[in-house]
C-alpha cells in the first residue's frame, strides 16, 4: 500500500535511505553517498504531507519524494524539456534492495503519474546519477524521454551531474 508518510515513520524511512545508499556504493554509483539526503529533509518532507512510502504490513518498503513546486536546479538544462506544462517532481525514490524485482517502484512510478493527473499537471520530471542504470531502465519503460543533463546545487558533494527525464501526463 502507497501512503503518505507520517512522523512515525522517520526511523524506517531513515534505515532504508542508508541500506539505499549501501546499495548504490555497492555498484558504484556516487549517488546519496553523502550528507544529502539527510534526516531532517525526510522529516521537512514528512511535515510538508509530500513524502510517500509503500508500506508491507507496517514495514515501509519504499519511498518517494513528490514535489509540487518548481525545482529550481531544472531551470538550467544542458538540454531540453519536451514538455513546459506545470510538473511535479520525483525525488529521494527507493526500494529495499531485499524488494527489488517484485514490481515495488513500478507500483510507485504509477502512483506518481495518477497523482500528476489528480492533480492536473502536464508532466513529471525526474533525474538520476549518470551510472544508476537500474533508474535509467525503470524511467525509459514507464514512458519517459531522456531530456539531458542538469546540475545539483553546490552544497551537494561528489558528483552533481544528473541525467533528467520528463513524462507528459495526459490531462
Request: with cysteine; glycine share 8%; hydrophobic share 35%.
Amino acid at each position: 500500500m502507497i501512503r503518505k508518510a507520517t512522523i512515525d515513520d522517520l526511523n524506517q524511512i531513515w534505515a532504508l535511505r542508508l541500506k539505499t545508499t549501501d546499495l548504490l556504493k555497492s555498484r558504484g554509483i556516487d549517488q546519496w553517498q553523502y550528507v544529502e539526503p539527510s534526516i531532517d529533509q525526510f522529516r521537512s518532507d514528512i511535515e510538508k504531507q509530500t513524502f510517500y512510502v509503500c508500506d508491507q504490513g507496517g514495514k515501509i518498503v519504499g519511498m518517494m519524494f513528490i514535489m509540487e513546486e518548481i525545482e529550481e536546479t531544472y531551470n538550467h538544462i544542458n538540454g531540453a524539456w519536451h514538455i513546459d506544462k506545470p510538473y511535479i517532481t520525483i525525488h529521494r525514490l527507493a526500494v529495499d534492495k531485499d524488494y527489488l524485482g517484485i514490481g515495488l517502484a513500478d507500483k510507485l512510478m504509477e502512483f506518481s503519474a495518477m497523482y500528476a493527473s489528480t492533480k492536473h499537471v502536464g508532466s513529471i520530471r525526474i533525474d538520476t546519477h549518470k551510472d544508476n542504470h537500474q533508474a535509467q531502465r525503470l524511467f525509459l519503460k514507464h514512458g519517459y524521454q531522456y531530456c539531458g543533463i542538469i546540475t545539483l546545487e553546490e552544497k551537494v558533494q561528489g558528483d552533481r551531474l544528473r541525467l533528467a527525464y520528463d513524462l507528459k501526463i495526459g490531462v
